[in-house]
């Protein structure tokens, strides 16, 4: 069992920036590729980032390429997202999600996930 917990979220101005924290506790963090997803009102939750075991690998939705940039910690367990320019169309709960392969962490499918933290972009 994997245990995630997301932190960070918060309400900001357009072009600002916020950094999201996930930790992570329970089986070996560093087994697990890692990944962000979000979920604005009504609308289907969707792939924002993901990153391997090692952190060699990342992928990123084509709508914040260039202005997230995700990251780990192994020793600390813990994965981060740092979200520059910041555009209320950003505005979401975020998600962080954990599975053995990266191509698993950028589906719905994923194994484990977090409770969520609230994003908030005013314009």
């Known amino acids: 069992q994997v245990h995630l917990v997301e932190s960070g979220g918060g309400l900001v101005q357009a072009g600002g920036s916020l950094r999201l924290s996930c930790a992570a506790s329970g089986r070996t963090f560093s087994n697990y590729a890692m990944g962000w997803f979000r979920q604005a009102p009504g609308k289907e939750r969707e792939f924002v980032a993901a990153?391997?075991?090692?952190?060699?690998?990342?992928y990123y939705a084509d709508s914040v390429k260039g202005r997230f940039t995700i990251s780990r910690d192994n020793a600390g367990n813990t994965v981060y997202l740092q979200m520059n320019s910041l555009k209320p169309e950003d505005t979401a709960v975020y998600y962080c999600n954990a599975d053995r392969l990266i191509n698993d962490v950028t589906t719905r499918e994923a194994y484990y996930w977090g409770q969520g933290t609230q994003v908030t972009v005013s314009s």
């Open positions: 990153i391997s075991w090692s952190g060699d690998s990342t």
